[in-house]
């Protein structure tokens, strides 16, 4: 008997945006098989120019119409800045593309329900480049969860702060909260209730550079979240409290970013309090760069006519969910409400 190795068809894919993450994800889509790199796009001609050095076979243009109009470019990733997703996006579907693209997925809600019933209408797969949840320790927090390891979880506290980088088209929340609110999504399978936020504008960007966001959640979780373009150190760290144990993750740690605290609170009948000390365990996670992750479901998504892990509703419901804390923010941190 003679055996017959059939391939799989190759995948061509686009990359629109070369800056700050577009290298990243053309080295990690470089690495898959099965995937073509067909072009590279930026409006910048010096990065232009330096590609075919790394990627002789790679095609580069300054124009986006070059990708819409190859028939054989199957699909694009956009990582250009957040207010250009909505168009690009749509300009894609409409060319019969696929598409993932970069946080938020778009600015506003109504462009989210559009690119939704986009690819359900032109029947391609919408994704969201929601990082985090491509990484082994936040996996690990959702099955921790999942097991009833830390009981039932009533609160997550959250600082994500660096020095920059400053954006001049979107605000801190837009740029840092939608990881808070994407692995909140992720860990529990809910919208907030109700978002409040409170920040400060800084006046040369006229954009909201520092927030402090509470959003309560039904069954009375409550997730409060420090955002910050104006501090002397970078911090990824969650707190996530349950009535057995507690955990916190950091991701800033090189290789021990989550730590089991078997520590809890009890209130007796007569409201006296008891605290339970316990030991400290830390779980092995595997090894993979997030991006890798990425890609590699945008692909499967593809190949298999199967929902992403961050498809369009996961993004639209972040979108919703940074909307809510611009909004409160600019009102003087009244509470508004998820629907």
Same mark, same amino acid.
């Given at each position: 008997m003679?055996?017959?190795?059939?391939?799989?068809?190759?995948?061509?894919? %686009?990359?629109?945006?070369?800056?700050?993450?577009?290298?990243n994800?053309v080295?990690? =889509? %470089?690495?898959?098989s099965?995937?073509?790199?067909?072009?590279i796009?930026?409006?910048?001609? /010096?990065?232009?120019a330096?590609?075919?050095?790394?990627?002789?076979?790679?095609? +580069?243009?300054?124009?986006?119409d070059?990708? #819409?109009?190859? /028939? $054989?470019t199957?699909?694009?990733?956009?990582?250009?800045?957040?207010?250009?997703?909505?168009?690009?996006?749509?300009a %894609?579907?409409?060319?019969?593309?696929?598409?993932?693209?970069?946080?938020?997925?778009?600015?506003?809600?109504i462009?989210?329900?559009?690119?939704? /019933?986009? %690819?359900?209408?032109?029947? /391609?797969?919408?994704m969201?480049?929601? @990082?985090?949840?491509?990484?082994?320790?936040?996996?690990? =927090?959702?099955?921790i969860?999942?097991?009833? +390891?830390?009981?039932?979880? #009533?609160y997550?506290?959250?600082?994500?702060t660096? =020095?920059?980088?400053?954006? $001049?088209d979107?605000?801190?929340?837009?740029? *840092?909260?939608?990881?808070?609110f994407? &692995?909140?999504?992720?860990l #529990?399978?809910?919208?907030?209730?109700?978002?409040a936020? @409170?920040?400060?504008?800084h006046q040369? *960007?006229?954009?909201e550079?520092v927030?402090?966001?509470?959003?309560?959640?039904?069954t009375?979780?409550f997730?409060?979240?420090?955002v910050?373009?104006?501090?002397? &150190?970078?911090?990824?760290?969650m707190? &996530?409290?349950?009535?057995?144990k507690?955990?916190?993750?950091d991701?800033m740690?090189?290789?021990?970013k989550i730590?089991?605290?078997?520590?809890?609170?009890?209130v +007796?009948?007569? *409201?006296?309090?008891?605290?339970?000390?316990?030991?400290?365990?830390?779980?092995?996670?595997?090894?993979?760069e997030?991006?890798?992750?990425?890609?590699?479901?945008f692909?499967?998504?593809?190949? +298999?006519?199967?929902?992403?892990?961050?498809?369009?509703?996961?993004g639209? =419901?972040?979108?919703?969910?940074?909307?809510?804390?611009?909004k409160?923010?600019?009102?003087?941190?009244k509470?508004?409400?998820?629907?």
């Amino acid at each position: 008997m003679k055996w017959c190795i059939v391939w799989p068809d190759m995948i061509n894919i %686009a990359v629109i945006g070369y800056g700050y993450w577009g290298p990243n994800i053309v080295r990690n =889509l %470089a690495l898959l098989s099965g995937v073509r790199i067909s072009w590279i796009c930026d409006m910048n001609p /010096k990065v232009l120019a330096d590609i075919p050095r790394q990627y002789p076979t790679i095609k +580069t243009t300054k124009n986006t119409d070059d990708i #819409f109009n190859d /028939k $054989k470019t199957d699909a694009v990733i956009i990582a250009t800045p957040p207010k250009t997703h909505f168009s690009l996006a749509k300009a %894609a579907f409409d060319a019969g593309k696929h598409v993932l693209v970069e946080k938020p997925m778009t600015t506003t809600s109504i462009e989210a329900k559009t690119l939704i /019933k986009l %690819a359900h209408t032109k029947k /391609k797969t919408l994704m969201v480049d929601h @990082t985090f949840l491509y990484t082994p320790a936040v996996r690990k =927090l959702k099955e921790i969860i999942a097991h009833g +390891t830390l009981g039932r979880v #009533f609160y997550v506290d959250s600082v994500r702060t660096n =020095l920059g980088l400053f954006q $001049k088209d979107s605000n801190v929340v837009e740029d *840092l909260a939608v990881h808070d609110f994407s &692995i909140m999504d992720y860990l #529990f399978s809910g919208k907030p209730i109700s978002i409040a936020a @409170t920040g400060m504008n800084h006046q040369d *960007l006229k954009q909201e550079t520092v927030a402090y966001i509470t959003a309560h959640y039904p069954t009375d979780l409550f997730l409060h979240c420090h955002v910050s373009w104006l501090s002397p &150190i970078k911090i990824r760290r969650m707190i &996530i409290v349950g009535t057995k144990k507690m955990v916190v993750y950091d991701d800033m740690e090189p290789s021990e970013k989550i730590r089991i605290y078997d520590k809890s609170v009890t209130v +007796t009948h007569d *409201l006296r309090m008891g605290y339970r000390s316990g030991a400290v365990i830390i779980p092995k996670l595997g090894v993979q760069e997030a991006l890798s992750g990425v890609v590699s479901e945008f692909v499967r998504a593809i190949r +298999t006519n199967k929902p992403p892990l961050t498809g369009g509703t996961q993004g639209a =419901l972040v979108v919703h969910c940074v909307e809510a804390a611009t909004k409160s923010l600019r009102s003087g941190g009244k509470a508004i409400k998820v629907s």
